[in-house]
């Protein structure tokens, strides 16, 4: 499969105003299991930047501003049979950048790409807008009602993890609302978004309705797009921390923002739940696609009188993971993103050690005795024993990871699960009905599952409280952000 990589050993271009250019400055695309270059990236500059704003607002009142809605949305139908017409080269590209297994970027990653375009395609269709009749003094009363416009040029910028799920997630509702974009994805995962311009171009996207830059953050294409007077809008999943850095540059261009941030999500675990059923799910939970999905569980709180025994059977789970060549279909988790990122993620897993956790399980890298030791790897990694204010308790990791801590009463548990600067997830395990919907009702999260995990009806809202995210997305909530309600006022 690696060697169908689209673009391998050559360059990957930036797409602005209908074209493909590279520039001066080239980046390398490593593939983090055994460390090899992919490729390279031409990283936007400032004035490719400016090119790629200015062809997205000119785009917005020529073709594609006069299009009505059901014409682009036939285009953004045909935008996901392409994809899925370059399936393998999107599955490929995908695996070579992250790393990820093969039944995760064939089943969860391409497949949903595809479809993200598809849903917000028909969803729009079915977007409502509000009507009242008002009273007037005259008794003749008035007519208002509201009529959606696009918000105008969005910056999309996308994380790693994910990264064509995600990208698209925020592209395809800002195309179906009208919008023009400029997409900015991770500089770890550059490959799909290249190919979806190619995509773009093979279906016959209107010139600058759809732009690439490929980059950085600071002082590169991130920055460039967050500040860029010609930007009305920035759509961005990553670090709570980067969040905090766009929303200070957008704050001059008085910008609209959509923010889905960091989690450090827990997993509470009473007595009475399905105990095999809590296993599985909480095995899924904290190590699908490494650790690195920002719904992954990376606190669990289990009820004291099963603690040991849903300890020892974790930790059975977590060492039947077969963790390698992400290639062959029998592996279940693949590196981390990079060097980089596995170096933050052992240095969680010393200081745990120095604040006096117990290693339940792994801790460290794993040995192969092949290329794979060249590979950005870590154990799937179980601790207890440390206090609720210690690091790795406190601070998402996003990891193959997660602590376990005992519980007695329910009070405690809520208390336990709130007690974080994030709230994006949380689940909980039980088999009492008005227990479940106590607790889920508490928990200080945008989404919280019982008896599940990861289940998403994609109508429905998604977003994060505190540190975890600024809006909703998901369905008409994400229509709703790539909107403009005009209010137009009649006098009848
Ligand atoms: P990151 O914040 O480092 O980078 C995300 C994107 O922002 C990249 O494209 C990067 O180049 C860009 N960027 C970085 N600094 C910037 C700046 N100053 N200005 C403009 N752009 C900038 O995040 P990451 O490491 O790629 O992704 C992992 C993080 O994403 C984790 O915290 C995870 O929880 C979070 N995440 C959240 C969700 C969610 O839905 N809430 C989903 C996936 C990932």
Not at 162 to 191: D, F, R
Not at 262 to 283: L, P, R, T, W, Y
Not at 381 to 387: H, R, S, V, W
Not at 396 to 412: R, Y
Request: some cysteine; hydrophobic content about 40%; glycine content about 10%.
């Amino acid at each position: 499969m690696y060697e169908k990589v689209p673009h391998a050993g050559g360059v990957l271009k930036n797409y602005v105003a209908g074209e493909f250019i590279a520039g001066e400055n080239l980046f390398a695309n490593i593939n983090p299991v055994d460390g090899s270059v992919i490729n390279r990236v031409a990283e936007a500059d400032g004035v490719t930047v400016d090119v790629a704003v200015k062809a997205a607002r000119q785009a917005l009142t020529g073709e594609w501003g006069r299009m009505t809605q059901s014409e682009r949305c036939k285009l953004l139908h045909k935008v996901a049979d392409a994809i899925e017409a370059r399936f393998d080269e999107f599955v490929a590209a995908e695996m070579a950048d992250t790393g990820k297994s093969f039944f995760q970027a064939r089943n969860i990653d391409i497949p949903r790409g595809a479809a993200n375009f598809r849903i917000f395609a028909d969803l729009v269709t079915s977007q409502s807008s509000e009507c009242f009749q008002t009273p007037t003094d005259d008794g003749r009363g008035a007519l208002n009602y509201a009529v959606n416009k696009p918000l105008g040029v969005v910056a999309v910028i996308a994380p790693w993890n994910l990264p064509l799920l995600l990208l698209t997630w925020k592209l395809a509702p800002a195309l179906a609302a009208g919008n023009t974009v400029i997409a900015k994805p991770s500089e770890e995962t550059p490959a799909t978004a290249t190919l979806l311009a190619e995509v773009m171009h093979e279906v016959g996207m209107p010139t600058g309705v759809f732009n690439l830059v490929h980059g950085f953050g600071p002082n590169s294409a991130g920055e460039f797009l967050t500040t860029h007077p010609g930007v009305d809008a920035v759509t961005f999943t990553g670090e709570s921390k980067t969040g905090s850095a766009i929303m200070r540059a957008a704050a001059d261009g008085v910008k609209a923002l959509s923010f889905e941030l960091g989690g450090k999500n827990a997993g509470i675990i009473f007595d009475d739940c399905d105990f095999e059923e809590a296993v599985n799910g909480s095995v899924r939970s904290v190590f699908t696609n490494g650790g690195q999905v920002c719904l992954c569980t990376e606190r669990l709180y289990v009820q004291r009188s099963i603690f040991d025994r849903f300890v020892a059977a974790l930790k059975i789970r977590a060492e039947a993971i077969n963790i390698g060549w992400p290639l062959d279909e029998s592996t279940d988790m693949g590196p981390v993103i990079s060097h980089k990122h596995r170096d933050k993620v052992i240095s969680y897993f010393e200081s745990a050690k120095a604040e006096g956790a117990t290693v339940v399980t792994g801790g460290g890298i794993p040995e192969f005795g092949d290329d794979r030791d060249k590979g950005a790897f870590v154990q799937p990694t179980i601790f207890t024993g440390l206090p609720e204010d210690a690091r790795i308790v406190k601070e998402e990791v996003f990891g193959p990871v997660c602590h376990i801590a005992p519980f007695d009463t329910e009070e405690e548990a809520v208390a336990m699960a709130n007690n974080s600067n994030y709230g994006l997830a949380a689940t909980v395990w039980t088999t009492n009905l008005q227990r479940a919907h106590r607790v889920a009702q508490q928990m200080e999260v945008g989404v919280a599952w019982v008896n599940t995990w990861y289940l998403r009806d994609l109508r429905t809202p998604f977003g994060g409280v505190k540190l975890s995210g600024v809006g909703r997305e998901g369905g008409v909530h994400s229509l709703n952000f790539y909107s403009e309600p005009t209010n137009i006022c009649i006098k009848l």
